[in-house]
T-cell receptor, first 111, second 113 residues
Framework: DAKTTQPPSMDCAEGRAANLPCNHS???????VYWYRQIHSQGPQYIIH???NNETNEMASLIITEDRKSSTLILPHATLRDTAVYYC????????????FGQGTELSVKP | NAGVMQNPRHLVRRRGQEARLRCSPM?????VYWYRQLPEEGLKFMVY????????ESGMPKERFSAEFPKEGPSILRIQQVVRGDSAAYFC???????????FGPGTRLLVL
């Protein structure tokens, strides 16, 4: 399994950019990096995913290093509603569609 | 587009009863996944189904738990003879294909008294 390592918690001031790091040093060449978040026990919400190139959508940006061993999720202007647990997940090839969730990073956005 | 729907949202059962959790995938999605989140723990994969077939049940407890996804209708996660340790949030996700993005429902909170 390609495993991920995330800091257990982070704080961010409202209106500032939140940069959430993820290490995945054993990632394989065909594995995607996915980000989900879970707000207070709601269902996990898909944010973004990528393979090699940086990606951006209406929610966030994903920066993947050239060696693909780490990535950063960027929330450009964090709001109080972005307070959640953020999960970085590497899709495991040839093991069906299941997602393997780690402990994630608990992001607290403060006024 | 309606998202993944789950019902009931909350379910209370006494020990020994049966619990049936339903999941309606997003329109056009034929792949369904069930995950469980025990109190103060992370999300754990349980089972992956594609219309009428169980593809991966490696995360399912060996006894009392079963899942189906019939040709018509929602996917059902069935727990027989529930015990207090089954109390958890059960989430369903769906996707267009095997490696496509999974979208989650709001979950069913099961409480076993």
């Amino acid at each position: 399994d390609a495993k991920t390592t995330q800091p257990p918690s982070m704080d961010c001031a409202e209106g500032r950019a939140a940069n959430l790091p993820c290490n995945h040093s054993t990632i394989s060449g065909n594995e995607y990096v996915y980000w989900y978040r879970q707000i207070h026990s709601q269902g996990p919400q898909y944010i973004i995913h990528g393979l090699k190139n940086n990606e951006t959508n209406e929610m966030a940006s994903l920066i993947i290093t050239e060696d693909r061993k780490s990535s950063t999720l960027i929330l450009p202007h964090a709001t109080l509603r972005d307070t959640a647990v953020y999960y970085c997940i590497v899709r495991v090839p040839n093991q069906g569609g299941k997602l393997i969730f780690g402990q994630g990073t608990e992001l607290s956005v403060k006024p | 587009n309606a998202g993944v729907m789950q019902n009931p949202r909350h379910l209370v059962r006494r020990r020994g009863q049966e619990a049936r959790l339903r999941c309606s995938p997003m329109k056009g999605h034929s792949h369904v996944y069930w995950y469980r989140q025990l109190p103060e723990e992370g999300l754990k994969f349980m089972v992956y189904l594609q219309k009428e077939n169980i593809i991966d049940e490696s995360g399912m407890p060996k006894e009392r738990f079963s899942a189906e996804f019939p040709k018509e209708g929602p996917s059902i996660l069935r727990i027989q003879q529930v015990v207090r340790g089954d109390s958890a949030a059960y989430f369903c996700a769906s996707s267009l294909g095997r490696q496509e993005t999974q979208y989650f429902g709001p979950g069913t909170r099961l409480l076993v008294l």
